[in-house]
């Protein structure tokens, strides 16, 4: 608390100093009197804004054949026709863009709008010290865009690269600079000339009527003071870029928990455009953080990332997002036309940037900006055209879609709204707040309400599925015959195990009361889950059906591939049998895995599934069943069951197992234990001697 108290007394008292080294500044007189006129500063335990007054010109110095040096840094050189400059704000000014205080307009204000390049900002201070105090110059805070300082013709520090024909720019930031010693006699004066060479961008022109050069005054004092100046600059800078954080925080937050949404429903990929259209936001906040806080990135990169790719790909990725949301197929043109709109707003907004600026000139840029603004207005439209066919589909949610629709259009178009000079930023504490960050506040608000609404539905829509699941698997136990019955002459076996909750495979045991004769039917509908399950009630109800006029095999395949034929993908293999009671078996085949008499496989032809074509010929054949012999019919299931290594169970172990299992459950447990990937049935049927009554 103490060093809290100190630290606020003796920021106090630097502004004093300041107000008052300001006030001995001379007014301004004409250049031709004002190339040697100096601001007199007294330096103590202070640091002094340099408000003025300066001598500015566009363009750069030739370099001094002699030395090497720019001849504009040389105190000596006399820049008496240059223009005179004063950098005192206004009170309460700030910068319109990062928020940083003590704003001025730069030389785009100044009459020389539309220029970019070299700019030379000179200043003579009269400087009166004590001997041996440690000078540091701070440069501006807020400048346009990078720049060295010359301190009596001797460069002392820079900000950017400028080892290049091109200099490196970056987003502004607090500097500061050490200069020799003070060496005069104590109570004398010397004369400082303080010399920058800046360099602006030509993308720079574009974000602001008052761009170019200084926007902040550089501080001279004691090393120290300047120190401490410096970092409170630096805590102004985090302060001013805080609020691009924390929507890029929470746009992160909520885009990771629309991703994490899918382990509720996969099935619903509007998660996955959300979660990923809110990241790639989250990702152009970090991305202008670390351009504003580091020197890792130049506003170049920022700009071609952001303005180029993630400012058009999230304008159309929004029109997306409401598409899967609403489900909407229709037109079926726009995706094509978005794609389009997509590429050539990102070449627009490059374009309009003046990114290009060598080969491109500074007209095209101005052009580009009307024309990024056509095509934003037209991405609006089909947000537009979308909403509405979501209101007219949905109603409410479609209301509340909308809302979000224009609160992400009032965040594409903030840039509009600055140059309409329409008050949309605010700086509570330091921190700038701007309308569209507001705004995709309010939308990050409004999609986690809709999000959690849908995500309410859908699981709703999950445990009515599950009730329909569980239902559809009772019913299918409920139609499966006993697992063990005896009939005079045979005892059938059957075991059922499905991959899934509700299975595709089937069967049904009919005994003919009439002649005493059984008809078995058994099949595999191709799929799995709930809808192979209603295929297999639609088979049973047929065979059923059937089986109550005609036990006749070919008859009941007959019926079954009429009730599956024009029915889309719906297929089964199936095989009927019919066993008199004398052991006469007729069987017919539709692509069914063939039966295995006594552990070896019947011969059968061929034939097609059920449901391929509308008369089909299926394969038939008959045999007589002995006493004691068994029949097995099974599905493919049993030879298709797979191991970790991707071993097949394979027909060679079914032919083994057949000639040592006892009973139809030890073949599916066979299967089941090797490894299951299919429904597994099995039935048996064995023929004994029936016993005849003894006569009286």
Known sequence: ???????????????????????????????????????????????????????????????????????????????????????????????????????????????????????????????????????????????????????????????????????????????????????????????????????????????????????????????????????????????????????????????????????????????????????????????????????????????????????????????????????????????????????LLALSNLLAQNVFFTTVPLSVSHASEVVSLCLRMALTGLMLITAIQGIREQGPEGWAALSAMLLAGISEFYTELQFLHILNFWFPFGIQITTRQLANLLLVAVLAALLLRRLVLSIR???????????????????????????PGLVIESEYRPAREVGGDFFQIIPQKTDGSLLIVAGDVTGKGLKAGMLVGLLVGAVRSTADWSADPVVVLRALNQRLFGRSDAQATCLALRIASDGAVTLANAGHMAPYLNGEPLAMEGALPLGMMESTEFSVMHFRLKPDDKLVLMSDGIAEATDADGHLFGFERVHELLHSAKSAAEVANAAQSFGQDDDISVISVTRIPVIEPALA
């Not at 003070?182 to 574009?206: D, I, K, N, Y």
């Not at 999950?462 to 009939?487: F, G, N, S, W, Y």
Request: glycine share 8%.
């Open 461 to 487: 829509r999950q445990r009515q599925m599950a009730l329909d699941v569980k239902q559809a698997q009772e019913v299918q136990q409920v139609i499966l015959p006993e697992a063990r019955i005896t009939l």
């Open 1 to 343: 608390m103490a060093r809290r108290v100190g630290l606020s007394l003796w920021t106090a008292g630097v502004l004093v100093c300041g107000t008052l080294a300001a006030a001995q500044s001379a007014p301004r007189s004409t250049p031709l009197v004002e190339s040697r006129r100096t601001s007199h500063v007294t330096l103590g335990q202070s640091a002094v804004p340099l408000y003025g007054p300066w001598k500015f010109i566009v363009g750069d110095s030739p370099i001094d054949a002699k030395t090497g040096k720019p001849l504009w840094a040389d105190p000596d050189f006399d820049d008496s026709n240059w223009e005179t400059v004063d950098l005192t704000p206004k009170n309460g000014s700030i910068d319109p863009i990062s928020g940083l205080s003590g704003y001025v307009p730069g030389w785009t204000a100044r009459g020389h709008r539309g220029y970019w390049g070299y700019a030379w900002y000179r200043i003579r201070v009269q400087l009166q010290a004590t001997p041996g105090d440690k000078l540091a110059l701070a440069g501006p805070s807020d400048v346009d865009d990078v720049y060295q300082a010359f301190d009596n013709g001797k460069l002392v520090g820079s900000f950017g690269d400028f080892s290049t024909s091109t200099p490196t720019a970056y987003y502004s930031q607090p500097m500061m600079f050490q200069l020799p010693p003070w060496e005069s006699v104590s109570g004398r004066e010397s004369t400082q000339v303080l010399a920058f060479r800046l360099w602006m961008l030509p993308s720079t022109l574009t974000e602001s009527d008052e761009a170019g050069g200084f926007h902040t005054a550089p501080l001279l004092g004691q090393m120290d003071a300047i120190s401490a100046q410096h970092q409170l600059r630096w805590e102004e800078l985090i302060r001013a870029y805080a609020g691009r954080l924390i929507e890029g925080i929470v746009f992160s937050v909520l885009g990771v928990v629309a991703l994490s949404l899918t382990l509720f429903d996969p099935s619903d990929r509007v998660y996955l455009w959300i979660g990923a259209l809110l990241l790639s936001i989250a990702a152009g906040s970090y991305l202008e953080i670390v351009a504003a806080w580091t020197q890792w990135i130049g506003p170049v990169v920022a700009l071609v990332v952001r303005y180029g790719f993630t400012n058009a790909l999230v304008f159309a990725g929004w029109v997306v997002v409401w598409r899967v949301w609403f489900r909407l197929r229709r037109p079926a043109w726009i995706p094509r036309v978005l794609a389009v709109l997509a590429v």
